[in-house]
């Protein structure tokens, strides 16, 4: 790229994409702990797990492994979930989880988790959710990070147990939790069967965001939006298979939440060359990058944006645009929110002219292009 009036920035790096202000809006918290901490947990609770060491158990959750679907996949979280049902386990996950984005500068995490699978030693629900915010509560206090939850509803569990899922989601709204989300196995799972859950949430003026079109087709994505009126879309690789749904999501700006490795891991796409985000973004649609699980596909905010980088071409200018939009899409109230991009817009800006300051310049076309610095983002939706 050249021209007299396109500032040239400088080349994507670790350390400054590690530096660039980030979202994390579709992150399951029993899907990122420390490998160090489950070992820990699971000595102080007396669990038994699969591997006793750090690579056996590494290795026994799938971490970072090409998997042989979805389901295979999940099977991780029998291994998480065995050590998250305790109060103190959970204080600790969420805690560790918001410290771990902070250091990476992931200035706002969505922290999602279903508590139903955290009973089974009999925790209350409501339990459960103030030991998670409080973790959440303490590392903002010690990091300056932002954290608030989405309560999840299991695809596979009868709808009932959904609407007291939906009816926690409620009580908690103002309080730390913003929203409310459909996870586990699509196939054979429709988000209609759990429609009451979802109204109840409508009805109270809940966000709604729900897996779909990860390991099922675009039907599944039509239902979360037709049906059960969400507001973001959790994965959606499989959109691209219908073009009239394709547009009207991007129309009515329906955010998908995009996570690179997790679909390569899963199977949801064969490799990143084949991964859609880089058509999504190029067609206009409000694409944001996450993390999906930092333990089981042994990844960060930062790997992410790294991989939309070098195997998908998102100049640094790109990938401004994606962690604008990240925030845009974040369930927050509308002047908290543009309160935020204000301050991220001037923190980007802030980055990019201290690395260009730091390193020179590279020509216009060369390896790690320089790019056009990006516009400031507008604040409306």
Same mark, same amino acid.
């Given at each position: 790229?050249?021209?007299?009036?396109? @500032?040239? +920035?400088?080349?994507?790096?670790?350390?400054?994409?590690?530096?660039?202000?980030? !979202?994390?809006?579709?992150?399951?918290?029993?899907?990122?702990?420390?490998?160090? !901490?489950?070992?820990?947990?699971?000595?102080?609770?007396?669990?038994?797990? *699969?591997?006793?060491?750090?690579?056996?158990?590494?290795?026994?959750?799938?971490?970072?492994?090409?998997?042989?679907?979805?389901?295979? &996949?999940?099977?991780?979280?029998?291994?998480?979930?065995?050590?998250?049902?305790?109060?103190?386990?959970?204080?600790?996950?969420?805690?560790?989880?918001?410290?771990?984005?902070?250091? =990476?500068?992931?200035?706002?995490?969505?922290?999602? &988790?279903?508590?139903?699978?955290?009973?089974?030693?009999?925790?209350?629900?409501?339990?459960?959710?103030?030991?998670?915010?409080?973790?959440?509560?303490?590392?903002?206090?010690?990091?300056?990070?932002?954290?608030?939850?989405?309560?999840?509803?299991?695809?596979?569990?009868?709808?009932?147990?959904?609407?007291?899922?939906? =009816?926690?989601?409620?009580?908690?709204?103002?309080?730390?939790?913003?929203?409310?989300?459909?996870?586990?196995?699509?196939?054979?799972? *429709?988000?209609?069967?759990?429609?009451?859950?979802?109204?109840?949430? +409508?009805?109270?003026?809940?966000?709604?965001?729900?897996?779909?079109?990860?390991?099922?087709?675009?039907?599944?994505?039509?239902?979360?939006?037709?049906?059960?009126?969400?507001?973001?879309?959790?994965?959606?690789?499989?959109?691209? @298979?219908?073009?009239?749904?394709?547009? &009207?999501?991007?129309?009515?700006?329906?955010?998908?939440?995009?996570?690179?490795?997790?679909?390569?891991?899963?199977?949801?796409?064969?490799?990143?060359?084949?991964? *859609?985000?880089?058509?999504?973004?190029?067609?206009?649609?409000?694409?944001?990058?996450?993390?999906?699980?930092?333990?089981?596909?042994?990844?960060?905010?930062?790997?992410?944006?790294? %991989?939309?980088?070098? =195997?998908?071409?998102?100049?640094?200018?790109?990938?401004? !645009?994606?962690?604008?939009?990240?925030?845009?899409?974040?369930?927050?109230?509308?002047?908290?929110?543009?309160?935020?991009?204000?301050?991220?817009?001037?923190?980007?800006?802030?980055?990019?002219?201290?690395?260009?300051?730091?390193?020179?310049?590279?020509?216009?076309?060369?390896?790690?292009?320089?790019?056009?610095?990006?516009?400031?983002?507008? %604040? !409306?939706?």
């Amino acid at each position: 790229m050249s021209g007299p009036t396109r @500032e040239a +920035l400088p080349p994507v790096t670790e350390e400054l994409v590690r530096a660039l202000p980030k !979202t994390d809006l579709h992150c399951h918290l029993d899907g990122s702990l420390r490998v160090a !901490t489950i070992l820990e947990l699971a000595e102080q609770q007396g669990v038994k797990l *699969p591997a006793d060491t750090t690579d056996g158990l590494a290795k026994a959750i799938h971490m970072g492994q090409i998997c042989e679907s979805l389901e295979d &996949y999940l099977t991780a979280f029998d291994v998480t979930l065995a050590v998250l049902q305790t109060e103190e386990a959970l204080y600790r996950a969420a805690h560790e989880l918001a410290t771990d984005c902070a250091a =990476e500068n992931v200035r706002y995490l969505e922290v999602r &988790y279903s508590p139903v699978l955290h009973t089974r030693q009999g925790l209350k629900p409501t339990t459960i959710v103030d030991a998670v915010l409080e973790g959440l509560r303490v590392a903002k206090r010690e990091t300056g990070i932002k954290s608030n939850v989405i309560i999840c509803g299991i695809r596979h569990m009868d709808p009932v147990t959904s609407v007291r899922l939906a =009816e926690l989601a409620v009580a908690y709204k103002g309080k730390g939790v913003v929203g409310f989300d459909l996870a586990g196995a699509e196939e054979g799972h *429709p988000a209609r069967r759990h429609r009451d859950a979802v109204q109840l949430i +409508l009805d109270n003026n809940v966000n709604v965001t729900i897996h779909a079109g990860e390991a099922f087709g675009p039907e599944s994505i039509a239902q979360a939006v037709h049906w059960c009126g969400a507001h973001r879309i959790g994965h959606g690789v499989r959109l691209r @298979e219908s073009g009239d749904l394709l547009n &009207y999501v991007n129309d009515h700006r329906i955010p998908l939440e995009m996570c690179p490795s997790s679909n390569v891991q899963t199977g949801s796409v064969p490799n990143f060359a084949a991964h *859609p985000l880089r058509f999504y973004f190029d067609f206009g649609l409000r694409v944001t990058v996450n993390t999906d699980n930092r333990l089981v596909t042994d990844t960060t905010c930062t790997k992410e944006l790294l %991989i939309a980088h070098r =195997e998908m071409g998102f100049t640094l200018e790109d990938l401004c !645009t994606v962690l604008v939009q990240g925030f845009k899409s974040a369930f927050l109230p509308f002047r908290e929110k543009a309160d935020l991009l204000r301050q991220v817009n001037a923190e980007i800006a802030d980055v990019l002219a201290r690395f260009g300051r730091a390193a020179p310049v590279p020509a216009a076309g060369a390896a790690g292009a320089a790019v056009r610095g990006p516009r400031p983002a507008r %604040i !409306t939706p």
